[in-house]
Nanobody
Framework: QVQLAESGGGLVQAGGSLRLSCAASGRFFNGYVVGWFRQAPGKERVFVAAVSRGGGNTNYADPVKGRFTISRDSAKNMVYLQMNFLKPEDTAVYYC?????????????????WGQGTQVTVPS
């Protein structure tokens, strides 16, 4: 069993930065791939980024490539999402999730454990 808790969301002006954190508890967390997803009001939950078990491989959705960076600190059971050059369309609730498969997986159904989410708002 893995438990996840996101933090670091907030309101930031367009062009600004935020760093989201995902704190994990439970055994064998380092055996899981971790992804970040986001869900805007009235829309489906979509993939943002994922990192492999060892942290050496990453995968990003096209809209965030070059602006967001995912990383993990296995010693601390933490995963981060550094978000730069934020845009109004980045406004959403951001979730971290852990799954047993591959960092190339972008479907929410491939992830077994989810946090409660953290709100990111970028006013237009």
């Amino acid at each position: 069993q893995v438990q996840l808790a996101e933090s670091g969301g907030g309101l930031v002006q367009a062009g600004g930065s935020l760093r989201l954190s995902c704190a994990a508890s439970g055994r064998f967390f380092n055996g899981y791939v971790v992804g970040w997803f986001r869900q805007a009001p009235g829309k489906e939950r979509v993939f943002v980024a994922a990192v492999s078990r060892g942290g050496g491989n990453t995968n990003y959705a096209d809209p965030v490539k070059g602006r967001f960076t995912i990383s993990r600190d296995s010693a601390k059971n933490m995963v981060y999402l550094q978000m730069n050059f934020l845009k109004p369309e980045d406004t959403a609730v951001y979730y971290c999730a852990a799954g047993p498969y591959s960092y190339t997986d972008s479907a929410p159904a491939r992830y077994d454990y989810w946090g409660q989410g953290t709100q990111v708002t970028v006013p237009s």
